[in-house]
Nanobody
Framework: QVQVVDSGGGTVQAGGSLTLACTAFGVTFDDWAMGWFRQAPGKEREQVSCINSSGERTYYKDSVKGRFTVSRDNARNTLYLQMNSLKPEDTAMYYC????????????????WGQGTQVTVSA
């Protein structure tokens, strides 16, 4: 059984930074792409970023390009999302995910989800 644990959310002022982290258990971490999604109240869950198993290829949602950076440390079985220049519209519950498919257009066929970590950006 795959278990995903994400953390690192919090409340920051606009322009601030946060780093999210995620670990997956029950999988060989470096065999799998990993992704970050978010869901704001009243909105559908959307993909924020995705990274392939080796970390060499990434995908970003247009609105976060240049502000967010996804990375992974396969030796530590950990995925990161560095979020800079945060905006109030980035406020959402952020979810780490283990996808079955990675492409330049993002990740699909999610195998497992984390429990979510709340990011709140105040104006």
């Amino acid at each position: 059984q795959v278990q995903v644990v994400d953390s690192g959310g919090g409340t920051v002022q606009a322009g601030g930074s946060l780093t999210l982290a995620c670990t997956a258990f029950g999988v060989t971490f470096d065999d799998w792409a990993m992704g970050w999604f978010r869901q704001a109240p009243g909105k559908e869950r959307e993909q924020v970023s995705c990274i392939n198993s080796s970390g060499e290829r990434t995908y970003y949602k247009d609105s976060v390009k240049g502000r967010f950076t996804v990375s992974r440390d396969n030796a530590r079985n950990t995925l990161y999302l560095q979020m800079n220049s945060l905006k109030p519209e980035d406020t959402a519950m952020y979810y780490c995910a283990v996808p079955q498919v990675f492409s330049v257009g993002g990740c699909t066929s999610i195998r497992a989800w984390g429990q979510g970590t709340q990011v709140t950006v105040s104006a």
